[in-house]
């Protein structure tokens, strides 16, 4: 079945930076593109950003640029998001999630990770 | 502020139907069938109910459906259940910006 397990709670100081992990299982990693997506406490989802695990291409929203980078693993079928530069802010849950078919980045986010707190204090 | 535009919140009984709606541009919803709804219970991720527009994937009850017109799609529920109490978002992609939006979220009550 298909699983998508991120790594777990950080803590973190302004001004630092933060990488979340998600390992996917029980799929062919390469066919399916991942997306982040983060939500703020008591607060709506903020798309982060898509990578193409197969070639490793990356598209991200104009509020994020230049702070964010997402990376693969092909290895270990493994996508990293780092933000950096975090401010308060930034203290969210973040999710990463599949698309629902292959191939193609429909933005169907069909499978979720289970969600990493990432708190942003000082 | 959210690019897409949702009611706050909505309300109905046990049995009744409601709908949500989900406001865009012909730059997002209303130039592309890459509509798509979520629903989300408290401390859980959320889970896709409707692609395509109108589209449900296996497992997802026949009771949610989606439409749209013009620049706004539309999510129903059909034959309320409690269990449908929870945060509904609507997503599309947004030709602006070659990127993805939500909708800043409904929260559903079920009286």
């Known amino acids: 079945q298909v699983q998508l397990v991120q790594s777990g709670a950080e803590v973190k100081k302004p001004g630092a930076s933060v990488k979340v992990s998600c390992k996917a299982s029980?799929?062919?990693?390469?066919?399916?593109?991942i997306y982040w997506v983060r939500q703020a406490p008591g607060q709506g989802l903020e798309w982060m950003g898509v990578?193409?695990?197969?070639?490793?291409?990356?598209s991200y929203p104009q509020k994020l640029q230049g702070r964010v980078t997402l990376t693969r693993d092909t290895s270990t079928s493994t996508v990293y998001m780092e933000l950096r530069s975090l401010r308060s802010e930034d203290t969210a849950v973040y999710y990463c999630a599949r698309d629902w078919w292959a191939k193609y980045n429909y933005g169907y986010y069909g499978y979720w990770g289970q969600g990493t707190l990432v708190t942003v204090s000082s | 502020q959210s690019a897409l535009t949702q009611p706050a919140s909505v309300s109905g009984s046990p049995g009744q139907s409601i709908t949500i709606s989900c406001t865009g541009t012909?730059?997002?919803?209303?130039?592309?069938?890459?509509v798509s709804w979520y629903q989300q219970h408290p401390g859980k991720a959320p889970k896709l109910m409707i692609y395509d527009v109108s589209s449900r994937p296996s497992g997802v009850s026949n009771r949610f459906s989606g439409s749209k017109s013009d620049n706004t799609a539309s999510l129903t529920i059909s034959g309320l259940q409690a269990e449908d109490e929870a945060d509904y978002y609507c997503s599309s992609y947004t030709s602006s910006s070659s990127t993805w939006v939500f909708g800043g979220g409904t929260k559903l009550t079920v009286l």
């Open positions: 990578i193409n695990p197969s070639g490793g291409s990356t």
């Open positions: 012909s730059s997002d919803v209303g130039g592309y069938n890459y």
């Open positions: 029980g799929y062919t990693f390469t066919n399916y593109y």
